[in-house]
């Protein structure tokens, strides 16, 4: 008897090792793959904390139709706070009935305290907004200080540069930590990824700002669906379709309507849900925009096709609103006929909503808005108005100032000066 009770612990706990050790080593296996340090060939954990893509919102969230409500989008801050409140004021901005949205970006390269500031306001009021590369690197420091200071001789380590630092008090502390971890000895140096900048405007953001601000920022996802609206928003851009294959190659999403889910009756619905899917599918399908370094980062496309954040090849917006140009719409009564001809899609066209091309300034085309107006080096800061009188009125009708096409309707662009 007591030898079967013993067997059976036996296997019980021999069990329950391979359960745990496999857990582990899969947990290791995921984590422990990202960033490496050439230096010494060390690998250090993803601190990348990349969310799914992309989060869709509601038509309360979004509301387009909403007589009174007004969505405000906000571009690249980069810790402008006086001339981000100076644009608050100018929008007249009411939380009961504006839902305000930025485009991220919004800390780093300006001043600290601005970065501070914009991330508290941010995060205190839950502010719904995508993450922006500069955000994406602020994540990435806080996630390494976390793991740097569990250990008791890295935090240790850590403490004393921050001391020296604050002694020597250097006009640039970026240039300071690089000279002073030339002559670190210690093991701790070699723990930082390549290319990471000790005491950067990143790294200062990101050991100073609370535990409910790092858990605001690194839950900002990396693009927006607004489907109601027919709005995506995303810091750098998004693809229409793979620049590997032409725009009406049947594997591009926008090149066949997707599947219509059963118990849908009337045209309407029919079309709106046809519509949300495709939009959706540019986000999975197109193998690009599945890359969190893509919709963080790019620019343009290389006659190589491939992706760029410099500034040579065509800009990213350009093959957008070429795709949503040639968008000739669908019938869902006749989805299995009529082929658009030639470059035709069987689509209707949505609109990106996006920052990070401060070089362009602000760039608003048909079927995309590029709110970068550079505040950040003196130029302005920029918002989008959408609201439901504008969106209601055909855009040939408006002739006020700054109104712009916008999808269907109208919306409006109001900025502010950064000195
Ligand atoms: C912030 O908003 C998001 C999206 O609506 C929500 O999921 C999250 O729970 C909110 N966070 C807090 C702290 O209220
Ligand atoms: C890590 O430790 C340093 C040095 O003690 C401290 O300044 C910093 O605030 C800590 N950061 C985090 C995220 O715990």
Excluded at 173 to 192: F, Q
Excluded at 248 to 273: F, M, N, V, W, Y
Excluded at 396 to 416: C, M, Y
Aim: aromatic share 8%; proline share 7%; with cysteine.
């Amino acid at each position: 008897m007591s030898y079967r009770i013993a067997f059976a612990a036996l296997l019980s706990l021999t069990l329950c090792f391979y359960l745990f050790s496999s857990a582990f080593l899969d947990a290791t296996k995921n984590i422990w793959h990202s960033f490496t340090n050439a230096a010494t060939g060390a690998r250090v954990p993803d601190f990348s904390h990349f969310p799914p893509q992309p989060r869709t919102l509601s038509a309360v969230e979004f509301p387009i139709n909403a007589p009174g409500k007004r969505v405000l989008i906000v571009g690249d801050l980069h810790g402008m706070y006086d001339p981000f409140r100076a644009l608050l004021d100018k929008l007249d901005y009411k939380p009961a009935s504006d839902t305000l949205i930025h485009v991220g970006d919004i800390v780093a390269k300006g001043p600290h305290h601005g970065s501070m500031n914009v991330l508290k306001y941010m995060a205190s009021h839950n502010i719904t907004g995508v993450r922006g590369n500069h955000d994406q690197k602020v994540i990435e420091w806080r996630a390494w200080l976390d793991w740097i200071n569990r250990t008791n001789g890295g935090a240790v380590w850590l403490a004393e540069l921050h001391a020296a630092a604050e002694e020597d008090d250097p006009d640039d502390p970026e240039e300071w930590a690089e000279k002073r971890l030339k002559n670190d000895r210690t093991r701790w140096s070699k723990k930082i990824p390549d290319g990471w900048k000790l005491l950067s405007d990143h790294y200062r953001v990101a050991r100073d700002m609370s535990a409910s601000d790092f858990r605001y920022i690194s839950s900002l996802p990396l693009a927006l669906h607004a489907p109601q609206a027919h709005v995506l928003i995303a810091h750098a851009g998004i693809l229409p379709s793979d620049p590997n294959y032409k725009p009406s190659h049947r594997r591009q999403p926008l090149a066949r309507i997707p599947a219509l889910p059963a118990g849908l009756d009337t045209p309407e619905d029919k079309i709106a849900t046809l519509r949300r899917l495709q939009e959706a599918a540019l986000f999975t399908k197109v193998p690009q925009n599945t890359d969190p370094w893509v919709t963080l980062n790019m620019r343009g496309v290389l006659d190589d096709n491939t992706v760029t954040r410099g500034k040579k090849g065509t800009p990213w917006a350009e093959i957008w609103n070429r795709d949503m140009g040639n968008c000739a719409g669908f019938d869902p009564k006749h989805r299995f006929e009529a082929r658009p001809s030639k470059d035709e899609l069987p689509c209707f066209p949505a609109t990106v909503v996006y920052g990070h091309a401060a070089s362009r300034g602000l760039d608003v085309k048909r079927h995309s808005v590029g709110l970068d107006s550079a505040c950040v080096t003196g130029h302005r800061l920029s918002a989008l108005v959408v609201d439901a009188k504008l969106q209601n009125t055909p855009p040939l009708e408006v002739r006020k100032k700054k109104t712009i096409q916008f999808g269907e309707g109208s919306a409006q662009i109001i900025d502010v000066k950064c000195d």
